[in-house]
């Protein structure tokens, strides 16, 4: 079965600084997709980024992106220049390459000091 | 475009009893899928439906059920409701097997 990890249960970051949350997952398989979701105190969540693994080039979004390093099975989420409305929980998931179910990390919960 | 709405957005329930809990998918979304968020845990996945037939199932014991009608609503219902089942309930839809999801912003069930 496919396992996400997020080693960090909260994290904090001084506003206009970067902030790496790390994720890593477990999988045999060679074609899947990755993703990061934050969840804000609203309860929504929302894609921040999105990552298919046979693609070498790091996926990028804005003040986010992401580092893959496929062979460590290694998912980083990097946000530049942090901002108060970053502050969320932050999950890592995986998706395989067929059917539609996620596997989610337990989740980053960030901390934005103005 | 209107996003995915879940309905209620709270629920109190008295252990044994049962409860349905509703979602409608962003227009043109075939696909529902269900999470259980907890603390504890994070979000487990529960199921998915599509084009009214469950595709995939999670771990979840069978007191646990779902389906999805021709407009692609889905309700998800849970019988003799257990203290552990107080959790948040995520609805998410996607447009297809390579499309993210969609969150609503669930159903906070609370068991006592």
């Known amino acids: 079965a496919q396992t996400v990890t997020q080693s960090q249960p909260e994290m904090s970051v001084q506003e206009a600084e970067t902030v790496t949350l790390s994720c890593t997952y477990d999988?045999?398989?060679?074609?899947?997709?990755l993703f990061w979701y934050k969840q804000p105190p609203s309860r929504q969540m929302i894609l921040v980024i999105r990552?298919?693994?046979?693609?070498?080039q790091n996926a990028t979004e804005n003040r986010f992106s992401v580092n893959f390093q496929k062979a460590a099975k290694s998912f980083s989420l990097k946000i530049s220049d942090s901002q108060l409305g970053d502050a969320a929980m932050y999950f890592c998931?995986?998706?395989?390459?067929?059917?539609?179910?996620?596997?989610f990390g337990t989740g980053t919960s960030l901390k934005v000091i103005p | 475009k209107a996003g995915v709405t879940q309905t209620p957005r709270y629920l109190i329930k008295t252990r044994g009893q049962q409860v349905t809990l509703s979602c409608s998918p962003i227009?043109?979304?075939?696909?529902v899928s269900w999470y259980q968020q907890t603390p504890g845990q994070g979000l487990q996945f529960l199921f998915e439906?599509?084009?009214?037939?469950?595709?995939n199932k999670g771990n979840f014991p069978g007191r646990f059920s779902g389906r999805q009608f021709s407009n692609s609503r889905s309700e998800m219902n849970v019988s003799t409701l257990e203290l552990g089942d107080s959790a948040l309930y995520l609805c998410?839809?996607?447009?297809?097997?390579?499309?993210?999801?969609?969150f609503g912003n669930g159903t906070r069930l609370a068991v006592t």
């Open positions: 439906y599509f084009s009214e037939t469950q595709r």
């Open positions: 999988t045999s398989e060679s074609d899947y997709y």
């Open positions: 990552q298919e693994a046979y693609k070498q």
């Open positions: 998410a839809s996607s447009s297809g097997e390579v499309a993210p999801l969609h």
């Open positions: 227009s043109g979304h075939r696909s």
């Open positions: 998931a995986y998706r395989r390459n067929t059917g539609n179910q996620f596997y």
